[in-house]
């Protein structure tokens, strides 16, 4: 398995490196001045001219790619021109909150996406099975800004049960930084009233954030345990007089739970890089809003930084699926 | 079977109520705590050196002092660091003596050589505001300590006291602790840009207490200031984007103040019992710029036909009336502001002018404009007014880079642009509109007109009626033959709870002093 790993391994980086050669010079195809976007319409040209040679952005794009390569074999991302300072402290600073937003997401989604479709598939035809299907559909088809604004006016302002947007109470500093999620620093310092307080301003952004991914997770677990809750050894297993529990929760669902791996390992890519309208509407200080500010106004370095962010985090996502596999099905090989 | 599915089923409950168990606590901001909720992601550095944004020089402003500072309707320059000051007959040398006794946040004097180094630093540093200095310094050695209580300042030429004012109360001439950046300074970094870019080096109202990017700013009374402690204990600036958001924060008290709903949403406030709302104008100026460098515009009466097409009603109904409509390149309320008002919709004059320009038959343009809402319904407006003199607009609704990349370029036919007053003196407005040597607005328009000598010639004048006729003079001109149609100046709203006083916007900056805050 490990020369499985490595070989995958090595041809993500090659998929990661491709994908950095497109959007490289896909962003500086895009017509666009960057400094001049930065630095907005009143700076004088003197300024612009200076700030454009200072960051390499008056050289040829081949040599700008090849310095580019350059930088970040050194393991340095160059400097984002929007922030003015080095791309990789940016990722540090803003990627935390993203990874905490996406992970609860996913956990919801994943938690309430399996329940749900189990529940439809087992109630097949029922007038449970039509309530969740439908209710899956207004879930699926209703956008994400609106969602959150709705869930933020009914929770936040009408009931007053949760929190307003933002990360962490304006009154509370943030825990001391280890790994750069609140949450889990708040634990690691034991500071409980700061734990407590961003579990509530993470709940009702990752409900919103999952939302899609619950729906999603619903439909094809519904499918999923549909097929296999039809095959012979799921008879052969009520037959043997074991209970429709053990029968649905440790025969059908483990079988079925392959597709429904896959798309976990997609969902939580696209959360990760997906979060710009949830990261909007709650204030969240996030990846997703500095990666749209940093397309808007053609933020080369920081559009690359964020790039080989995501290649990666998909690159994995999908490694940790294919690995997944093997566990939930021992048929499978990896060679 | 049953008891799997009721598990399913509590788990579901369980996720519906746990938000009950982590609620918000109800609010109302305590009474010496101001809260703001406002977009802060345009703060990218606290160093006045390199602020220039609305909301960082917001925050620089009140952490740190200037040598003078304006009178509320710009019309003089008041004390600040410095108490008095003398000019020399040409205008060009002004000696400050500066107010004893006045320390930073570390606890170190402010002096003459803190000054001295705080300019001189901005322009080695040269970086984005640097020009507000350099257009009228030449050099670092033309800003002199004299002594411990006196800096010598000479400009490149002649300033009458509100243009000196308006280089001297501008947050990039903001006095830093010299010992704190040398301190702090390192190899490849010797003015410490990145340290003053995060931390406080100031001497200021209030001190920089946390600055966490894109979530909040936090400053705190500074106990020691020279003009008292500020009535404000505390001042949170807090991260909200999305308007609605902003005005349910507000109306649940979480936030005091909120800088950018919509406009029905302040509509919604102004009605409703315990909200104020403030609108106050601001030195900016929304426009249609016509490239002189393409054909058709050339002409002097086309550019007047597509000003006499447009419906200036119109677009100020697509603003919601938060503008006033002007046509001058002086923004009202600025010294010589030119309240003329000569362009109607007026479709005979407008086909007369195309006639006589030999345009009857019309032509096409593009007309690029950005994404920011309403200016893609004010581009379609404005293509629809000139379909009727046989204009026919391409429009690109494109990101403002791109925008800004063709101005820039001056590859445009049209684009629909802004420009707000980076000091409140004429003089700034003019040198972009209508001098093409300056390279900025006229240049990129193609627009060299002799009117260029007179804003060269107005900026010297001592004398304040004659620099007055001057700058209408050119505003005339401008409005006459330029090619800008301008059709809004701004307002600024700011919708806050009515226990909130003090909040009188400046035009300039489109922000408030927050020392002048307070609650009831």
Redesign the interface.
Known sequence: MWAYIVRRLALASLAVAGVLVIVFFLSHI?????V??I??????????E?LRRRYGLDRPVPEQFYRFVARLVRGDLGDSL????PVIRDLR??LPATIELATAAIL?GV??GL??G??SA?ARGRPLDHAVRFLSLIGLSMPVFWLG?IL??I???K????????????FL??PPTVTGLITVDALLARDFATL?NA??HL??PA?VLGSHALVGIARITRASMLEVLGQDYVKVARAKGL???T???KHALRNGLLPIITVIGIYYGGLLEGAVLTE????W?GLG??AT?AI???DFAAIMGVTILIALVFSLANLLVDLAYGFLNPKIRYE | ?R???AK??L??VI?AL???A???A?SRTPSNVL?IGTSI?DI??LDPA?A?EFRSTWVVEHIYDTLVEFSRDFSRALPGLATSWTASADLKTYTFRLRPGVRFHSGNSVDAQAVEFSLRRVMRL???P??IITDFVKSPDDIVAVGTDQVRVTFNQAMPEILMASVLDNPVSSVVDPALVRRNAAAGDPEAN?WV?ENDAGSGPYVLR?W?????V?LVAFDSYWRGRPSMGRI?M?????P??QL??L??G?IDVAMSLLPGQYRQLQNTPGFVVKQTPTFTLRYLAMNVGYEPFSSRQVRNAVKYAIDYDAIKRIYEDTIDVGQTIVPARMFAHLADRPYQRNLERARALMREAGREAGFRATLAVSTEVPLPDIAAKIKEDLAAINIQVDVQVL????V??Q???RTHHMVI????A?YPDPDNLAK?FADFDS??LAWRNQWDHPVKQIVKQAVQEADRVKREALYKEIQKVVLEEGPYAVFAYPLRLIAMRSNVKGVDPSPLAETFDLTSASKE
Request: aromatic share 10%; hydrophobic share 50%; glycine share 8%.
């Open positions: 895009i017509p666009g001045d960057p001049a976007a630095l907005g319409p009143q700076a004088p040209n003197d300024v612009i200076d929007a922030t003015h300072r600073e803003f919801i938690l309430a329940s749900v189990v529940i087992v604004l933020l006016f929770f936040y302002f009931l007053n049960l949760v929190p307003g947007p933002g990360q962490l109470d304006i500093s943030r407590w579990l509530g709940l009702l409900v209970s429709e529990r029968v649905v929760l909007t509407v709650f204030a200080p809003r500095y500010s808007l106004s053609q | 079977m008891r799997g599915l399913a089923l788990l579901l996720l746990l938000p009950a982590v609620g918000g109800p809260v992601q990218v550095s390199q220039f040269k970086l984005s640097a020009f990145k870019t946390r966490t990017r894109n979530a909040v936090e949170f807090q991260d909200l984007i999305e609605a958001a349910l924060a109306q649940r979480d990101r403002a880079a791109d800004l990349g101005y820039r370029g642009a802004r420009w707000g980076d972009a390279r900025v």
